[in-house]
């Protein structure tokens, strides 16, 4: 190996890791392209005529949702930057979170199992498995360059500005590779890796969003905000992916340098010494499962309480916008159902993650299964039943808890800015309406972990994609009734814009008992699945 | 005498492989029961199915009197169970996890748990992530042999424990015998079930091959010899019994069937013996000499493949 001793074996390490990855690879990557490729037709489609790209230029410039969801509002003259606008902080999404999980996956996940002792033992150098780790992941990121500009181009979107959007997109990913590799040096356990730096890439959207409404310099301490100034085609900036690669560089040269001063296996931070006895909350398969939850459950809780302020805080910037763009009045309501309109997207937004931090949960009881876990424990005088109740009951509760906390910042942050003490509850009350619909993620998730345990994984997190993708594109795009009515939040009342529907409301939460009773009866009838 | 386990003719499959193709398994209250076979010849499968995690495809399962796959959780009460490859929850210390499994079985004593983890060695402090292969099983023995249980499901528990510790756990599982309990004890090596079994089950690939106290098995095994002496020592070779006799510079070494010990030590006594060392038969040499198993076949050839016809099962 030209590199010396300390990378040595890096090129085996790469062909291992891209014939384990041969499928999720190309799945992520046509995921992204798809993505572009859709909203493009879509885009093209409904704003066929500059009539129509007029109107919509001058609704969505004073939607602070939209851009809180979406980025800049800049190109919107044409079609083709209606497109940047829509799709890229999503593309930009899914790419970081493919870095972060073939970063971590290749790293620590890779050291956390034992695999890289054993590799580390034959020729293979200090830093070749982190090299490789990261030369995969830019691989999978510089494949996205070509993947969403061949959708661009696919779909008739002129090749400059597609070939700059994916280029942003490969860059913003990039990023996160080496976030993912610096946070992989500094925790010992892969799952803390993955919280982590998804606790990152929140705060990343999070503060775009702020910066790209406000129009002011906080997206700039974005690394999605930077794969966003590129501006494609409108501006054409290329600068700000300079900006991205040296940044990456620099997270990439402090891995390794981490790396250097640390033990194969441990993190930075030192394991502290547990408890010798366990407390007597760690009784029953419910109190196991509160002790395995608790940490991420109180992640995810702090990052929607969080996330719900933001939105709360951006919902007067709705009025602001509304003020300052006459043209929009032609085509918009009055300002007040424009603020409740904003705040029915974003307590249908909370529901998603509040559903995924559900499936999430579920799955857990899964990954006890297959590393093993669940069998000792099922050894004992605890019924499958009451082992699967106890993780059910969290994600329930939890992802309800989740669920208000988000609602409750929005209302309380509202409550301070109207002077209007009734915002709080009204809001909270407004939440209390998506709790059906997360509830059915939870027991569809349970229902395919008791009857499809090898694939639950996949198609639970296949249920979050379709109902996030229904929700977002449902509006802009032409399909047919069926497609949207497959997920629940299609029967959810937008509240509070919509009257609190109770037979709705009840029809969900029946189908959620459902759902979760044909989980619990595949479980009892079925055999324990490693793997 | 009761059965506390009785298995017979259990048919387990997973796709297309069958891993349980007819075993019989019949462990008596109060026995120390060895259930012994090569990797990957079906133990853990059989007491997955005991436990009721699998649900048996055809044959008869009875533990204490009860169905394990319908009254799974009220049998459970009654044994405790260490698993091949423990696994525990990473960021759980040793003493929460032993805790943990001992109140979901029904509770534990606590001075024994003390006494326990001073035997083994364990520091209960440290989380699961930082624990050897064998500070993970000692967890599982510990929980284990804390409860009160009248059944100890054991598979292959010391196989990653030092030979003071293994010393540690033979000595337990002799107590547990002393106070009348009963032992399923897996393992793929014979001299452990010697030290410890009264009977003996041992299976290929998902079959019951044999099944019996070790007496009654002696004669299927060999002790390997090398004996080095003053004088020749005319008609060894001719001891019934005596198989593979090479000699070389007045060292000779040859397989004694176990029954035919007495006569050759005998026949060595007059010939001025210098050195003599004698090494255990083991599980692969038997499955080897008896059935020519695949999975010992790359342990050599097959020494002195005469003799003893493959015996019929016996439960």
Same mark, same amino acid.
């Given at each position: ?531 | ?57 055809? #044959?008869? !399962?009875? $533990?204490?009197? &009860?169905?394990?796959?319908?009254? *799974?959780?009220? /049998?459970?009460? @009654? %044994?405790?169970?260490?698993? #091949?490859? !423990?696994? $525990?929850?990473? &960021?759980?210390?040793?003493?929460? *996890?032993?805790? /943990?499994?001992? @109140? %979901? ?211």
């Amino acid at each position: 190996m030209s590199g010396g001793p300390s990378v040595a074996g890096t090129g085996t390490l790469i062909r291992a890791a891209l014939r384990r990855d041969r499928w999720r690879l190309p799945l992520w990557i046509a995921g992204g392209a798809a993505l572009v490729a859709t909203q493009s037709v879509s885009s093209q489609a409904l704003y066929d005529s500059p009539q129509d790209l007029a109107a919509y230029e001058a609704s969505v410039g004073s939607n602070a949702a939209s851009i809180a969801l979406a980025g800049p509002p800049v190109g919107l003259d044409t079609v083709a930057g209606a497109v940047a606008f829509e799709i890229s902080s999503f593309v930009i999404l899914v790419a970081a979170l493919m870095a972060m999980f073939t970063t971590g996956r290749h790293t620590r996940g890779d050291e956390e199992a034992g695999r890289t002792e054993l590799l580390r033992a034959t020729r293979v150098g200090r830093h070749a498995p982190l090299l490789a780790a990261v030369a995969v992941s830019a691989l999978a990121c510089a494949a996205m360059v070509p993947a969403v500009a061949a959708a661009g181009v696919g779909t008739g979107l002129p090749a400059g500005g597609s070939f700059l959007l994916g280029a942003s997109v490969g860059a913003g990913a990039l990023v996160f590779t080496g976030i993912t590799a610096v946070v992989a040096q500094v925790t010992a356990s892969a799952r803390a890796v993955y919280g982590m730096v998804g606790g990152a890439l929140g705060i990343a959207f999070v503060l775009r969003a702020v910066g790209d409404v406000e129009g002011s310099w906080v997206s700039w301490t974005s690394p999605i905000g930077w794969a966003q100034a590129t501006h494609p085609w409108s501006d054409d900036r290329w600068s700000p992916i300079l900006l991205c690669l040296l940044v990456t560089v620099g997270l990439l040269a402090a891995a390794g340098a981490l790396l250097d001063r640390r033990d194969l296996g441990s993190g930075l931070l030192a394991a502290r010494p547990g408890r010798a006895s366990a407390p007597p909350s760690l009784a029953s398969s419910l109190g196991l499962a509160v002790r395995l939850h608790r940490g991420a459950l109180l992640g995810w809780a702090v990052a929607l309480g969080l996330l719900g302020l933001v939105y709360g805080g951006l919902a007067g910037s709705v009025e602001t916008l509304f003020a300052d763009n006459p043209e929009a009045r032609a085509f918009l309501p009055d300002s007040g159902s424009l603020v409740d309109a904003y705040l029915a997207t974003t307590l249908s937004i909370n529901a998603l993650l509040a559903g995924a931090y559900a499936v999430s949960a579920v799955l857990r009881a899964r990954a006890e299964e297959s590393v093993g876990r669940a069998e000792p424990v099922l050894a004992t005088a605890t019924s499958r039943a009451a082992w699967l109740a106890g993780h059910g009951v969290v994600a329930l509760a939890g992802a309800s808890l989740v669920l208000l906390v988000a609602g409750a910042a929005i209302g309380a942050v509202r409550a301070v800015d109207t002077g209007d003490g009734g915002e709080f509850s009204r809001l909270l009350s407004a939440s209390t309406a998506y709790l059906p619909a997360v509830w059915v993620l939870a027991g569809a998730a349970v229902a395919l972990f008791g009857l499809l345990p090898r694939s639950a994984s996949a198609l639970a997190w296949g249920a979050v994609a379709y109902v996030a993708v229904v929700t977002m594109f449902a509006a802009s795009l032409d399909w047919p009734g069926w497609v949207d009515d497959a997920s629940p939040l299609a029967w959810t009342p937008l509240a509070p814009v919509e009257e609190w529907s109770a037979g709705a409301l009840a029809g969900l939460t029946a189908l959620a008992g459902l759902l979760l009773a044909a989980g619990v009866t595949g479980f009892r009838r079925r055999d324990l699945v490693p793997g | 005498m009761t059965s506390v386990i009785s298995i017979s003719g259990l048919v387990k499959s997973f796709g297309t492989a069958r891993a349980l193709d007819g075993l019989d398994l019949d462990v008596a209250a109060g026995e120390v029961h060895g259930f012994l076979g090569p990797n990957g010849s079906g133990k853990s499968t059989t007491i997955r199915v005991l436990l009721g995690l699998l649900r048996a495809d055809a #044959g008869s !399962v009875r $533990l204490f009197d &009860g169905d394990p796959w319908r009254d *799974a959780v009220g /049998l459970h009460r @009654r %044994l405790a169970y260490v698993p #091949g490859d !423990v696994t $525990l929850w990473p &960021g759980m210390s040793g003493g929460e *996890a032993i805790d /943990l499994l001992g @109140r %979901l079985q029904g509770g534990l004593d606590p001075a024994r748990r003390a006494e326990l983890l001073e035997r083994f060695e364990l520091d209960p402090r440290k989380k699961a992530r930082t624990y050897s292969k064998g500070n993970r099983q000692k967890v599982a023995l510990v929980a284990a042999l804390a409860s009160d249980a009248e059944l100890f499901v054991l598979d292959e528990p010391t196989s990653g424990l030092d030979p003071l510790k293994e010393a540690a756990f033979q000595e337990e599982v002799r107590a547990l015998r002393a106070q009348g309990r009963t032992v399923l004890l897996s393992s793929h090596i014979l001299a452990e079930a010697e030290n410890l079994c009264d009977r003996v089950s041992i299976i290929r690939r998902g079959r019951t091959v044999q099944s019996g106290s070790l007496t009654e098995l002696r004669h299927l095994t060999r002790t390997a010899m090398t004996v080095e002496t003053a004088r020749p020592v005319p008609g060894l070779a001719e001891l019934p019994g005596v198989h593979g006799l090479r000699s070389d510079a007045g060292r000779m070494r040859f397989d004694v069937d176990t029954d035919a010990l007495d006569a050759v030590v005998g026949c060595l006594a007059g010939a001025g013996v210098r050195s003599l060392t004698s090494t255990p038969p083991t599980l692969e040499e038997l499955f080897l000499r008896h059935y020519g198993d695949a999975e010992a076949e790359g342990a050599g050839p097959a020494a002195g493949a005469g003799g003893v016809p493959a015996p019929a099962a016996r439960s």
